[in-house]
């Protein structure tokens, strides 16, 4: 079993950023890939980035594309999402997650393990 727990949200200005971070504790990180899904009110949850078990290897949607760097420091059991530039339309719950895999996972039927979630508001 991991636990998975996220901290760094807030409220920030268009324009301004934020580092998220997902902290995990009853597993070694390093089994697993990873992700950072994301929840706007009266949407569904969406994909927003992705890494494997080594960090060599990332995968964003379009939306997070050249603002958002994901990545991870196993031997801190932790994962970070660095969201620069952001955007009113980027506010909302981000969630982090787990999948006993290798490679880069972004759909989220297939994770196993979700932290709670932490709010992300941007003003415009």
């Known amino acids: 079993q991991v636990q998975l727990v996220e901290s760094g949200g807030g409220l920030v200005q268009a324009g301004g950023s934020l580092r998220l971070s997902c902290s995990a504790s009853g597993r070694t990180l390093s089994s697993y890939a990873m992700g950072w899904f994301r929840q706007a009110p009266g949407k569904e949850r969406e994909f927003a980035a992705a890494?494997?078990?080594?960090?060599?290897?990332?995968y964003y949607a379009d939306s997070v594309k050249g603002r958002f760097t994901i990545s991870r420091d196993n031997a801190k059991n932790t994962m970070y999402l660095q969201m620069n530039r952001l955007k009113p339309g980027d506010t909302a719950v981000y969630y982090c997650?787990?999948?006993?895999?290798?490679?880069?996972?972004?759909?989220?039927?297939?994770?196993?393990?979700w932290g709670q979630g932490t709010q992300v508001t941007v003003s415009s």
């Open positions: 890494i494997d078990w080594s960090g060599d290897s990332t």
């Open positions: 997650a787990a999948v006993t895999a290798i490679g880069i996972v972004v759909d989220s039927s297939h994770f196993d393990y």
